[in-house]
Structure formats: C-alpha cells, structure tokens
C-alpha cells in the first residue's frame, strides 16, 4: 500500500544553516504530496504541496520539488532560523477521487541562535 | 475565519471505560478527518466523511471505534471500551471537498487511559 518515509529527527541545526529533511514514499498511481508542519503548541498546518512529477512547491523560504524518478520530495531552506523550529511531517495524498492521506512520522527540527 | 474545533482538549480514563470527543468543521467544509496520532509517530487516518457519508473507514477498530457526523456539520468519535493503547491525541481536520485540498486541523483532544 502507499506509504510515506522521512528521516528520523531529531535534526539540530545553528541558525542560518542549510536544512535538509529527506522523504521517500510508495503510491501507486500520481499521488499529490505535502509538507505539514507543527509549531511548539500548535496544530499541523500545511507548508508546502506539489501535485504532480517536477512540480516545486515552496512557502516561508522552504521548498520540495517532487521527484517521480526517485521518489523523493524532500524539504530544503537555505537558511534556517530560530522560529522554524517544529516539527515537519511529510504527506501522501492517493491518486484516486477519494484520496486517503498516508503521514510519515514526523522529523522534529531544533534552531539554535 | 473560525479554525477546527475540537473538545474536550484532554481526557483521562480508566480502560474498560467509553469517551468521546466533538469535532467541529470549518463551515462549508465538505470533507471531515479523524486520526490518532500516537505520541512519536505520524496521524492515522481513522475514519474520513464526505459531507454525512463515510468513504473510508478502513483503518479504523470497529469494534470498540464508532463516529458519526450528522447533517454533515458537526461530528463525534467514540471509544467503547478503551484500552491501554487508545492512548493518544485525537485529531479532527476539515477539508473544503477532500482529495488535493488543505486540511486544516483542530488542536486535538489528548488521550490518556489509566
């Protein structure tokens, strides 16, 4: 079945670093995919989206490029700050009319000034 | 706009007991969603209504699991009897009409069973 897979957290990185969070997945079909993020005390709230192969999605310096030939839409930003820290769940939306949402397990990322 | 709501925010049991939360959407939302996302992991799909219909249940436990969304709007989660394992934070997301649109969430009610 599809299925989503991201690298394991926690990720800690000085502020301005480059990030990178890696996410493959597993679908059958042209899935749409999603970067949801969850802010210390917040509900998840979607980041970015692309819906379909070589599409870029970006939002707040953060950008994914969705990779059919790897599998991949991982999230990048160039320079991250102290306020990006969260957590980021990377998302898998079927191809099909009713679409059911497959989360990965979340990657917890900490900013330090 | 008014976000997701969600109630109660956090629930404490005893297992072998029932709760149940309320979620209510955005208005004119189409699309309601509730996971269980268990602590360290990703949300699980539970169950997802289109307007007052189901159109997947298939990862949720029936038989002690049951939802319902009346007329569309409003909806509510039960857990009858609970165990040690439905320990968690519920979350209810409404979407405009599924598929490829934003879900926006609620802030979830935390479970705890003793």
């Known amino acids: 079945g599809d299925s989503v897979t991201q690298m394991e957290g926690p990720v800690t990185l000085s502020e301005e670093a480059f990030l990178t969070i890696n996410c493959t997945y597993t679908?059958?079909?042209?899935?749409?995919l999603f970067w949801y993020v969850q802010y210390p005390g917040e509900g998840l709230q979607l980041l970015l989206k692309?819906?379909?192969?070589?599409d870029k999605g970006s939002n707040k310096g953060f950008e994914a490029t969705y990779r059919k030939e790897t599998t991949s839409f991982h999230l990048e930003k160039g320079s991250v700050q102290v306020s990006d820290s969260a957590v980021y769940f990377c998302?898998?939306?079927?191809?099909?009319?009713?679409?059911?949402?497959?989360f990965g397990s979340g990657t917890k990322l900490n900013v330090k000034p | 706009e008014a976000g997701v709501a969600q109630s109660p925010r956090y629930k404490i049991i005893e297992k072998r007991q029932s709760v149940a939360f309320w979620c209510n959407p955005i208005?004119?939302?189409?699309?309601l969603y509730w996971y269980q996302q268990i602590l360290g992991q990703g949300p699980k799909l539970l169950i997802q209504?289109?307007?007052?219909?189901?159109?997947?249940d298939s990862q949720l436990p029936k038989d002690r699991f049951s939802a319902e969304r009346l007329k569309g709007v409003d909806s509510t989660l039960k857990i009858q009897p609970a165990k040690l394992e439905d320990s968690a934070v519920y979350l209810c997301?409404?979407?405009?009409?599924?598929?490829?649109?934003?879900?926006?969430f609620g802030p979830g009610t935390r479970l705890t069973v003793l």
């Open positions: 997301a409404s979407s405009l009409d599924g598929g490829e649109s934003e879900q926006f």
């Open positions: 208005s004119g939302h189409a699309t």
């Open positions: 998302a898998l939306s079927g191809s099909f009319v009713f679409n059911k949402f497959y």
């Open positions: 209504f289109q307007n007052n219909g189901v159109v997947d």
């Open positions: 679908a059958t079909g042209y899935p749409s």
């Open positions: 692309a819906t379909k192969a070589d």
